[in-house]
T-cell receptor
Framework: DGGITQSPKYLFRKEGQNVTLSCEQN?????MYWYRQDPGQGLRLIYY???????QKGDIAEGYSVSREKKESFPLTVTSAQKNPTAFYLC???????????????FGEGSWLTVV | GQQLNQSPQSMFIQEGEDVSMNCTSS?????WLWYKQDPGEGPVLLIA?????ELTSNGRLTAQFGITRKDSFLNISASIPSDVGIYFC???????????FGTGTRLQVFP
């Protein structure tokens, strides 16, 4: 099946620990994104990447890091510098087309991260 | 970061009723997207709009790209219990490659 796979679905992090969330897509999309969602709120962009080996900070990049070594994969590391990491994390991907036709973003099923 | 104004924030309706929600922005957009999110799941794309004035349907759902390019609405006709969830709009301003998301409309449908 084609789609975006995030793992794990649930993850618990101890204080001071780094954790990595996996995101894999087999849609042959060029662009990939990470969003954070807090209860009752909209989505906030953490990082995005439009091409392999390149990525840009979103609105809330502090305390997070990413890599894009392969087109299909865009893992997110939540570092110990992120002081309030408990949230629902969503990975997404899209094609890169002209602005007049738009780029529709498709989401994975999300990963819950809880600090214990 | 910038967010869209999405309203209403929540709706409690009876099965069979029609629903309407909308999003507005202070800047013009070249894309409007509508998503539905079930609890603990990722948003699922419902309708994508790419042209001002465009009116698109997906079953009981209808969405329009406002002619001013600063707004969009989503209508759901004859609601059913499985329509329950959070509906998000998202828009792409001109000359950017990032989407901006609304804060969501939480829909509850009672039998």
């Amino acid at each position: 099946d084609g789609g975006i796979t995030q793992s794990p679905k649930y993850l618990f992090r101890k204080e001071g620990q780094n954790v990595t969330l996996s995101c894999e897509q087999n849609l042959n999309h060029d662009a990939m994104y990470w969003y954070r969602q807090d209860p009752g709120q909209g989505l906030r962009l953490i990082y995005y990447s439009q091409i392999v080996n390149d990525f840009q900070k979103g609105d809330i990049a502090e305390g997070y890091s990413v890599s894009r070594e392969k087109k299909e994969s865009f893992p997110l590391t939540v570092t110990s510098a992120q002081k309030n990491p408990t949230a629902f994390y969503l990975c997404a991907s899209s094609t890169l087309t002209s602005h007049t036709s738009g780029n529709t973003i498709y989401f994975g099923e999300g990963s819950w991260l809880t600090v214990v | 970061g910038q967010q869209l104004n999405q309203s209403p924030q929540s709706m409690f309706i009876q099965e069979g009723e029609d629903v309407s929600m909308n999003c507005t922005s202070s800047s013009i957009f070249n894309t409007w997207l509508w998503y539905k999110q079930d609890p603990g799941e990722g948003p699922v794309l419902l309708i994508a709009l790419y042209k001002a004035g465009e009116l698109t349907s997906n079953g009981r759902l209808t969405a329009q790209f406002g002619i001013t390019r600063k707004d969009s609405f989503l209508n759901i006709s004859a609601s059913i219990p499985s329509d329950v969830g959070i509906y998000f709009c998202a828009g792409r301003p001109y000359n950017t490659d990032k989407l901006i998301f609304g804060t969501g409309t939480r829909l509850q449908v009672f039998p």
